[in-house]
């Protein structure tokens, strides 16, 4: 029989100068989470604001104790505030959400609803959005539809907060720079089961966006990264190593070939082909500098793993049945 305090649904939302908002979300939250008749908690991280969001976020934590605040010292950004969040958090569902009531509490039952049906990750999918087309929706899209053939995961929206986890998987995933929007590429590595269901989009009702079109080099550069971590993080040097013989092959062959017009038909290779030569030894150099660089990669992530006693898989259930002995009474 479970205790009546193990906290069931934790409720994580990052804040950045979102006063107006934090009541009436607030109100919302805890009439949507009251119906569930579950042990909830709601952790609220104020992520360096600079209005009075700190100042709201206290005077509700005076009156209910279900809520939690982490403040932090500045405005570290979205994945520092939610990975606080996260790590805060104890009941054994996490759900985030953003805090400028553009997520709509009354969708969470249906989150709840998906991922008791086996799934370790529920993402949201704002399949109408009401954002601006040429800045917000097309680069959004293009985005979405490369992340999800780099990663391999066929969602529609990586970029939305609203999710739902199981504890112990979020909790397991190191979060930085801006990696928030790839939990779920993230999730795969451990082998977790993703589901994606319809949300609501609403204009933001306070305030404006922190997000414009300057993210999205960002999001490029963190895209490959995560290419490189899913792929290749316990191999580099596969990676280094083909692109090194790919190029260091060229050149090469680039080089016999001039070798043998010199041998054969006794040309004056460096007058007549010196650019093609100088390609050549460029390319058998870049190769082997690739192919030191995957050595090199190679060993730091022995290192790494080994060091840090990281394991290089996870388990998803570990069940043992110890033999017992039982002596007959006399």
């Known amino acids: 029989m479970k205790s009546q305090n193990t906290i069931k649904f934790s409720i994580v939302i990052p804040l950045y100068n979102e006063e107006p908002s934090v009541v009436p979300l607030y109100v919302k939250l805890t009439q949507v989470m009251s119906g569930l008749e579950e042990p909830y908690e709601i952790i609220f991280v104020d992520d360096g604001s600079r209005d009075g969001t700190l100042k709201a976020l206290n005077a509700i934590c005076d009156n209910d104790s279900r809520v939690r ?3 932090l010292r500045r405005n570290f950004g979205q994945t520092a505030a939610l990975k606080a969040g996260f790590d805060m958090a104890t009941g054994e569902i996490v759900i985030s959400m953003d805090g400028d009531l553009q997520h709509d509490p009354e969708e969470i039952p249906l989150f709840i609803a998906k991922l008791e049906e086996g799934y370790d990750l529920v993402s949201g999918w704002r399949q109408q959005r ?3 087309w040429l800045t917000r929706r097309l680069p959004s899209r293009i985005a979405n539809w490369i992340m999800a053939k780099f990663s391999g995961v066929p969602l529609h929206d990586f970029g939305t907060t609203f999710k739902a986890y ?9 979060l930085y720079g801006e990696l928030h929007r790839f939990i779920p590429a993230l999730a795969t590595w451990s082998g977790a089961r993703i589901a994606e269901i319809p949300i609501g989009n609403f204009h933001r009702q306070n305030g404006k966006s922190n997000y414009g079109l300057s993210r999205i080099y960002r999001v ?18 596969h990676f280094f190593g083909f692109l090194g013989l790919l190029a260091g092959g060229t050149g090469g062959f680039i080089a016999a070939f001039l070798v043998l017009k010199k041998l054969l038909l006794h040309q004056q290779i460096m007058l007549q082909n010196g650019p093609l030569m100088i390609g050549a030894a460029v390319l058998f150099v ?4 690739l192919l030191c660089l995957g050595l090199v990669c190679e060993i730091l992530s022995r290192t790494y793993y080994e060091s840090q006693k990281k394991p290089i898989y996870t388990a998803r259930l570990i069940r043992t049945r110890e033999r017992q002995s039982t002596l007959a009474a006399e």
């Open 130 to 132: 009401l954002d601006k």
């Open 69 to 71: 605040i982490v403040s």
């Open 220 to 237: 490029f550069l963190d895209l490959l990264s995560i290419k490189f971590l899913l792929d290749y993080s316990t191999r580099p040097l």
């Open 286 to 289: 870049t190769g082997v500098q």
């Open 166 to 174: 199981r504890r112990e998987l979020i909790q397991s995933i190191q």
